[in-house]
């Protein structure tokens, strides 16, 4: 199976990851949210994915379990290595463990404190490193120096056939969906997502949401090829790869509806909503789908069925008060 072979990307292919990943991966919550304000908002019906609940806290264990397992038994033993600002890194560990064998990891020292924290309790040995591209060189290094499996935080078909079991969850728990809202970071989750709803219900929606300080796969999609940023500026780490790279964006090209862009405080006021009206404290990256589906998303969602995905909930009690002070004024804005 090739790395950037879309046509190895079909709905059996996916079920059958699905299926042989399910003997770990938990089945995570699809639950109704019902407020008078969401009803005034949207109208329709909300549904939230809880990715929050996958183990190691965000949806990555499903991509990195996905790689690791395809790795072969001769190369085990040389262990994996990863590069991520946090939550790839915890997700790899666990794999790691999973599959039995170790991970030395390559983390940003602006990796949020919990996140590292919890790398360590998987196991990781951890290089913390400043700066994007040292961190993707010394694993680069790691990978050729040591023979270890360098496991991607999100290009190639493997990351999203284990992504993709979250679209075929969606789709299993509400099947006439009228269309799912995912955050984009590098592509990896939207990618398996997409193709997932996307071949069980052709008529669902797939809307992507991208902070306007992290836009690559906006601006890929609109020059018709990856792009890489010169610089980013969001809160949202989770959603701050600096580039598209070729399989995700040929994926999300093919089976992505659009793509809209918020700012860090609606971001900040989509965490606000999760946490005071769904009575979930998330992530930046799991607060901009709900602030998209609420803010520039809202008159195409208007009476449908949708399918918000809460991708992750990795972060420290002190920096998430913070945020929720950022997003209040700001929420009025977004839902009025």
């Known amino acids: 199976m090739s790395e950037n072979d879309l046509s190895d990307l079909t709905l059996n292919a996916i079920r059958a990851r699905y299926a042989e990943l399910s003997d770990?991966?938990?089945?995570?919550?699809?639950?109704?949210?019902?407020s008078r304000l969401f009803d005034k908002v949207f109208g329709g019906e909300l549904y939230l994915k809880l990715e929050c609940f996958q183990h190691t806290g965000t949806f990555k264990a499903r991509g990195a379990l996905?790689?690791?397992?395809?790795?072969?038994?001769?190369?085990?033993?040389?262990?994996?290595?990863?590069?991520s600002a946090g939550n790839h890194a915890i997700?790899?560990?666990?794999?790691?463990?999973?599959?039995?064998?170790?991970?030395?990891?390559?983390?940003?020292t602006t990796a949020n404190p919990f996140r590292v924290t919890m790398a360590k309790a998987e196991g990781a040995e951890l290089i913390m490193l400043e700066g994007g591209a040292a961190v993707i060189g010394e694993a680069q290094r790691l990978a050729r120096d040591e023979g270890r499996t360098f496991i991607h935080p999100f290009e190639g078909i493997n990351t999203t056939l284990g992504a993709a079991g979250?679209?075929?969850?969606?789709?299993?728990?509400?099947?006439?969906?009228?269309?799912?809202?995912?955050?984009?970071?590098?592509g990896g989750l939207i990618s398996g997502v997409a193709s997932a709803a996307k071949l069980i219900n052709p008529d669902c929606a797939v809307y992507g949401v991208e902070p306007a300080g992290a836009d690559s796969m906006s601006r890929s999609l609109a020059m018709g090829a990856p792009v890489t940023l010169s610089s980013i500026?969001?809160?949202?780490?989770?959603?701050?790869?600096?580039?598209?790279?070729?399989?995700?964006?040929?994926?999300?090209?093919?089976?992505?509806?659009?793509?809209?862009?918020?700012?860090?405080d609606e971001i900040c006021a989509g965490m606000v909503l999760a946490q005071e009206h769904c009575k979930l404290a998330v992530e930046p990256a799991a607060g901009a789908a709900l602030a998209a589906a609420a803010g520039p998303l809202r008159a195409r969602l208007k009476g449908?069925?949708?399918g918000v995905l809460i991708c992750g909930a990795n972060i420290d009690h002190s920096t998430f008060?913070?945020?929720?002070?950022?997003?209040?004024?700001?929420?009025?804005?977004?839902v009025e």
Request: charge should be neutral; proline fraction near 6%.
């Open 24 to 34: 770990v991966i938990v089945h995570t919550p699809m639950i109704r949210a019902s």
């Open 66 to 83: 996905s790689v690791a397992r395809t790795i072969p038994e001769s190369d085990l033993a040389r262990g994996i290595t990863a590069a």
């Open 91 to 108: 997700a790899a560990a666990w794999a790691a463990r999973h599959v039995g064998t170790n991970a030395k990891v390559v983390m940003q």
């Open 166 to 186: 979250v679209g075929v969850e969606m789709m299993q728990s509400v099947p006439d969906l009228d269309a799912v809202v995912v955050s984009v970071g590098g």
């Open 233 to 264: 500026d969001t809160i949202a780490d989770s959603l701050a790869p600096p580039m598209a790279l070729p399989f995700g964006f040929s994926v999300v090209r093919r089976y992505v509806d659009d793509i809209v862009t918020i700012t860090d």
């Open 304 to 306: 449908k069925r949708i």
């Open 321 to 334: 008060c913070q945020l929720l002070a950022r997003g209040a004024p700001a929420v009025a804005a977004l």
